[in-house]
T-cell receptor, first 114, second 115 residues
Framework: EDKVVQSPLSLVVHEGDTVTLNCSYE??????LLWYKQEKKAPTFLFML????IEKKSGRLSSILDKKELFSILNITATQTGDSAIYLC??????????????FGKGTHLIIQP | DTGVSQDPRHKITKRGQNVTFRCDPI?????LYWYRQTLGQGPEFLTY????????KSRLLSDRFSAERPKGSFSTLEIQRTEQGDSAMYLC?????????????FGDGTRLSIL
């Protein structure tokens, strides 16, 4: 059974701190790993990672994938209160139909205190 | 806004009733996915369509759950004889096939409450 494990499950830091969120996975036929940010509504897409060692960046957020050790990290520097959200890690596998639904972790609930 | 649209946003119903949710994907997105999310958990994959073909439905939670996408555009998810355990957020996502591999984009979901 495909499995995605995120840690920590919750994290409280002060504004301006840097945080690192972890995601490890055990799946067959790995295709990609995705990070989403979920506030009160829809998960919004952050990054999609398919190759090891290539960092993806968007402003203060960055992410990298290690396909040998089967994990990914999401870094947020100079955190702001608007970064408070649940961060979801998901893995997609290749199936006979070419693509399949995502397998999600439970998420990391990040709270940024002013 | 041309994002994924879901209707209704909230549904409250009594146990035993049937409910149907609608999802309108982003225009020209061939793939459409349904997920269920309960409190404290990540979304759980239920089923997906490529155009009008339902390519994966073994993950639907029971035979009370069914989904359709008759013309390859909008989709409906139906739950028959609802139970209290069906209370959850039901999310829809879509993605294109063309233009290389693209991530799934989610709608705001339908929150179902069973009394």
């Amino acid at each position: 059974e495909d499995k995605v494990v995120q840690s920590p499950l919750s994290l409280v830091v002060h504004e301006g701190d840097t945080v690192t969120l972890n995601c490890s996975y055990e799946v067959t036929n790995f295709r990609s790993l995705l990070w989403y940010k979920q506030e009160k509504k829809a998960p919004t897409f952050l990054f999609m990672l398919t190759s090891s060692g290539i960092e993806k960046k968007s402003g203060r957020l960055s992410s990298i994938l290690d396909k040998k050790e089967l994990f990914s990290i999401l870094n947020i520097t100079a955190t702001q209160t608007g970064d408070s959200a649940i961060y979801l890690c998901a893995v997609e596998v290749v199936s006979g139909g070419g693509a399949d639904g995502l397998t999600f972790g439970k998420g990391t609930h990040l709270i940024i205190q002013p | 806004d041309t994002g994924v649209s879901q209707d209704p946003r909230h549904k409250i119903t009594k146990r035993g009733q049937n409910v149907t949710f609608r999802c309108d994907p982003i225009s020209e997105h061939n793939r459409l996915y349904w997920y269920r999310q309960t409190l404290g958990q990540g979304p759980e994959f239920l089923t997906y369509f490529q155009n009008e073909a339902q390519l994966e439905k073994s993950r639907l939670l029971s035979d009370r759950f069914s989904a359709e996408r008759p013309k390859g555009s909008f989709s409906t998810l139906e739950i028959q004889r609802t139970e209290q355990g069906d209370s959850a957020m039901y999310l829809c996502a879509s993605s294109p096939i063309q233009g290389g591999y693209q991530p799934q984009h989610f709608g705001d979901g339908t929150r179902l409450s069973i009394l």
